[in-house]
């Protein structure tokens, strides 16, 4: 049943009538003398038309134009059928702009171009009293255009639509969809178009008001499905890469794994994947300089964006330490024994620690402490920041705080700490070694400018450098200095969060505004707060002090889009993540680090500084497997429903334009009169 | 610019003197008519007949075998020249007017048949005689002739040549040649007319001419024909196609024509009135020398 948008316009009908008058009074004809109709005459005596169209040609014209006219009527009242009428439809189209949607189906076009193609049919059908929002679903829910009827703001939307390296997040957008509809849920949908490839896919299917429809077919497709990069326990220049290869197709693999660092070739690995088998490797090499790792699969499928994962490697920075002692074999043979030490000894003590160093003073120390952090072994006298009392009664070990980083996989019960004395403190200090009485034997002081830890235990008369455990001591603490930089630089996964930490030497170098009344700079990587949450309420009261600092920074994505941001504190959420590769960050106003609209970041990465850069990658088995979890509508269903993408009245019209030029190519012929 | 002016005249001159140094002895008067008579050429024999003027009696032949055979000759006598002029309203058209063109034709035969010692008579016609200019001889009389041409209009609704032979036939004195000058475009046909011309004895000579136009039309679309003859409307749609189909039509009107011509060994000539009178005139003499 067709029912009429404008049905006033039928009006327009009337035009027949002038055209039908003009016709049958004719115009008059141009006169031509001549002088014999002889030849005429029998021209058009004896070949008068004998087909029924040929006797009717005066006719066809008027016909033809007759039905023009009633065809430009009719796409002018604009027929709609029933349930178009009936049904003025809100509809939530939701575009699934994931990573999968960019692989590629024959013919070499994107499933997310197909799906492009099929939301524009579906808003150019749209009927006066549509509504419809475009919502994409790449990473996180993004409203693009709000509920209208304008169908050339929904194309433009849907043209506008970007692409993703981020996983579907098909329920967040699902939610928005029902928020917009939520004020008359009656003949409202919600259209999804995606490839299928979504978790909590049923849920989905079970809700009444989404319906799914599919683009793509299933594709063969191998993947990096898991990527990390770490710096060896064992081994403080070495690191270990963490890749699992996942194989979602349905035929056996062969590839090869390639593993460069700064673009040099570091390990190749043959694998070879069953039907859906994923294989864990775990690659040890070793590298004090750190750069960009890349994990590459030597595969050509139909998705390239889980082909290659990228990490940063921290650089091993080397560490300085002066050693203030009058010959401390002990001190000097383990701090030498430390890979990246930078050792220097003296008998001296400066008036500062070396920048970014440690100063080690054994046993002498001046009044009034330096600058900087200290290690002070076996003080004998007192200074500013602490008085060095009487020898302790039963210098034995009873306690070590073993969540403590600087104490770990220490084991020292019961062992004697000989020489070792009282210590009082003129601050809060952290017990991380204690005797019997809780005296502290090994304490940790928080202050402004740099902490001291302070070991009172003669090491002359002490078995403690004959252990194990002393070394270990050492080089926890010297890691601890390192902080995290030198540990991990964890990968962001596409599609969440990055928690990017302010590198801690530039920390005073970025411009910010302090709102706290006091605010000190924080002196400490990550793992302090874990340490002082873990520690006593003094020291709590101490690191709990917020820091308030606000920092402008410039966020750059590896296809050069440049954000700025606003840091609270050292560390800056960046996200949600939506493309992979490395992406920079930069304090506002570095006009050395700060990339232009554009600029590949990549290209530059000789210019990179990577403690201000952090990496993302797909790695999500989900995307990677290019099956639909269940069965999808099929899109060719939705373009009935859009009847071919176009509304009747555009069919109308268009063939009202095919008559009009019909009529005007048989005129030209003669064909008609 | 009359129809006759000097440039004309100077034409017709030249024209004379061509066709008495090229057809010296073939032409008009010169030409002996089939007539038997008095002569002095010797023509044939016929038997004697009870009757017969016994003088012309060969008897030569009667002493040598017998026979009474009757020696006869070709009789010598002026030739008779007529021209039809077809001054229906179907000639009045064209550029250069299809009726000036013929009345130039006929002046410069009417001019080399007087210049040949001929008699010459020009009749109009339409569907009947419309004016007549009686035999007259001597060069002295072309002015008088190119006066009566210059005075003739077109003038009917309809072309008759069987009726204007008819006439002629029925009017004329003594047979002779028949110039007739005509688009053809007889609405009962010309063939009738000039079937009569050719049973009474009389030598038919045909010049057909027509514009470029009416070879050749070049209108389409919708039109309303306006026949200048009878009046006679037809409205038509010509296309591409139709008007292939008339130049068809009118190339078989021209064949059948000549083809007529040929079968009853008539002089034919045609063209189109863009063709230069004299370079037509020059054109039927070559022919006639050929022929004869």
Redesign the interface.
């Known amino acids: 049943m067709l029912e009429f948008a404008s049905p006033m316009l039928a009006w327009w009908a009337a035009l027949t009538v002038p055209i039908f008058l003009i016709y049958i009074i004719k115009v008059r ?16 005596d004896e ?1 008068k038309p004998r087909a029924w169209w040929q006797q009717l040609r005066h006719w066809l014209s008027l016909l033809l134009q007759l039905a023009f006219v009633l065809l430009l009527v009719g796409a002018l009242i604009d027929p709609l059928w029933s349930w178009q009428k009936n049904s003025q439809r809100r509809i939530v189209l939701i575009v699934d702009n994931s990573a999968s949607m960019k692989a590629t189906e024959a013919g070499g076009i994107t499933r997310l171009q197909s799906a492009k193609e099929i939301a524009k049919g579906l808003a150019r059908s749209l009927r006066p009293g549509d509504e419809m929002s475009l919502v994409s679903s790449g990473g996180q829910s993004v409203v693009h255009v709000g509920l209208t009827n304008h169908a050339r703001l929904l194309i433009v939307g849907i043209t506008e639509l970007p692409e993703t390296d981020a996983p579907s997040a098909l329920l967040p957008a699902i939610a928005t969809a029902e928020r917009l509809l939520k004020d008359r849920v009656e003949r409202s949908e919600i259209i999804v178009l995606t490839d299928g490839c979504i978790e909590d896919f049923e849920t989905i299917k079970n809700n009444p008001l989404v319906k799914i429809y599919g683009v793509g077919k299933p594709q063969e497709n191998t993947a990096i499905t898991r990527y990390q990069v770490r710096r060896s326990v064992m081994d403080s220049v070495g690191y270990q890469v963490l890749i699992e290869v996942t194989n979602s197709g349905l035929e056996e693999v062969k590839t090869k794994l390639e593993l460069s660092l700064e673009d040099n070739l570091v390990d190749v690995v043959p694998i070879t994947l069953k039907a859906g088998e994923s294989q864990t490797r775990i690659l040890d090499h070793t590298s004090a300089t750190g750069g960009r790792l890349v994990a590459k699969l030597d595969s050509k499928d139909a998705l390239s964006t889980d082909n290659s994962a990228i990490s940063i490697l921290p650089q091993r920075a080397p560490l300085p330490i002066t050693l203030v002692t009058k010959g401390s074999l002990f001190l000097k043979s383990v701090l030498e024994s430390m890979p990246l030490v930078e050792l220097t000894i003296t008998e001296t003590a400066p008036d500062a620690a070396p920048k970014s160093g440690l100063l080690v003073l054994d046993r002498i120390i001046p009044e009034k402490l330096p600058r900087g952090r200290l290690l002070i072994v076996d003080p004998q006298n007192s200074a500013d920041l602490m008085t060095v009392g009487e020898s302790l009664e039963q210098p034995l070990v009873a306690r070590v705080e073993k969540d403590s980083p600087l104490t770990q996989h220490i084991r020292l019960d019961n062992v004697l700490f000989p020489g070792a004395k009282q210590l009082t403190f003129t601050r809060p200090v952290e017990s991380l070694i204690r005797d019997p009485l809780d005296s502290p034997m090994l304490a940790r002081m928080k202050r402004p400018g740099g902490d001291l830890w302070i070991l009172t235990c003669n090491l002359e008369q002490s078995d403690l450098p004959l252990r194990i455990a002393f070394p270990v001591l050492i080089k926890n603490a010297i890691e601890w200095l390192q902080g995290n930089e030198g540990q991990l630089r964890p990968v962001v996964p596409t599609g969440t969060l990055a928690a990017f930490a302010i590198p801690e030497d530039d920390r005073a170098e970025v411009k910010g505004t302090d709102t706290s009344a006091d605010a000190p700079l924080p002196t400490q990587g990550k793992e302090e707060s874990s340490v002082e949450s873990a520690n006593d309420s003094a020291v709590a009261v101490e690191s709990a002090a917020p820091t308030q600092l606000r920092r402008d920074l410039h966020v750059s994505s590896p296809s050069g889009k440049t954000l700025a941001m606003i840091a609270e504190g050292d560390q800056a959420l960046i996200g949600p993540i939506l493309e992979c590769g490395l992406w920079t960050v930069a304090p506002a106003g570095d006009t050395k680090t700060e990339t232009k609209e554009g600029t590949k970041q990549v290209e530059t990465n000789a210019k990179v500084d990577y403690r201000w850069a952090f990496a993302s990658n797909l790695t999500n088995r989900s995307e990677s497997d290019l099956k639909p979890r269940g069965e999808l509508l099929t899109a060719d269903s939705l373009s009935v429903v859009s009847l071919g993408g176009r509304a009747i009245w555009f069919y109308l019209a268009m063939l009202g334009l095919l008559l009009v030029t019909t009529e005007w190519w048989l005129y030209q ?3 008609v ?1 | 610019m009359s129809l006759f002016d000097s440039d004309f005249l100077k034409k017709l001159e030249y024209l004379s003197l061509v066709s008495r140094r090229v057809f010296r002895g073939r032409l008009l008067a010169q030409r002996r008519t089939k007539q038997l008579g008095g002569g002095i050429e010797f023509a044939d024999h016929r038997e004697y007949a009870a009757g017969d003027d016994l003088r012309y009696l060969d008897w030569n032949v009667y002493a040598k075998f017998g026979d009474l055979l009757l020696k006869r000759f070709q009789e010598e006598e002026d030739l008779h020249v007529y021209i039809l002029l077809d001054a229906s309203k ?2 009045d ?2 550029t250069p007017n ?1 009726f000036d063109y013929a009345r130039r034709i006929a002046a410069a035969l009417a001019y080399i048949a007087l210049a040949d010692l001929d008699r010459v008579s020009i009749m109009a016609y339409a569907d009947k005689p419309l004016d007549v200019l009686p035999l007259t001889r001597g060069k002295d009389r072309v002015l008088s002739i190119l006066k009566f041409l210059e005075n003739t209009k077109t003038a009917g609704t309809a072309t008759d040549l069987a009726t204007v032979a008819k006439s002629l036939v029925n009017r004329a004195q003594r047979t002779g040649l028949v110039v007739i000058i005509s ?1 053809l ?1 007889d ?1 009962a046909g010309f063939r009738a007319g000039v079937d009569l011309l050719r049973h009474r004895r009389f030598e038919p000579h045909v010049i057909q001419i027509h ?1 470029a136009e ?1 070879a050749n ?1 070049t ?12 009046g ?11 008007l292939k ?2 130049k068809q ?2 190339n078989e ?1 021209l064949t059948s024509i000549e083809t007529y011509c040929k079968t009853y060994s008539l002089s034919c000539t045609r063209s189109t009135t863009d063709l230069p009178f004299d370079e037509l005139i020059m054109r039927m003499m070559r022919a006639s020398g050929i022929q004869s």
């Open positions: 004809l141009r006169r031509r003398p001549v002088s014999t109709l002889l030849f005429w005459n029998q021209l058009f070949k012929r003669r064909v009169g | 179907s000639m058209c064209g299809k688009d475009f609405q514009t009416e039309p209108f389409l679309g919708d039109i309303e024909l306006d026949e200048i003859e009878t006679q409307r037809r409205k038509i749609t010509v296309t591409e196609r139709k189909q008339y039509l009118f009107f």
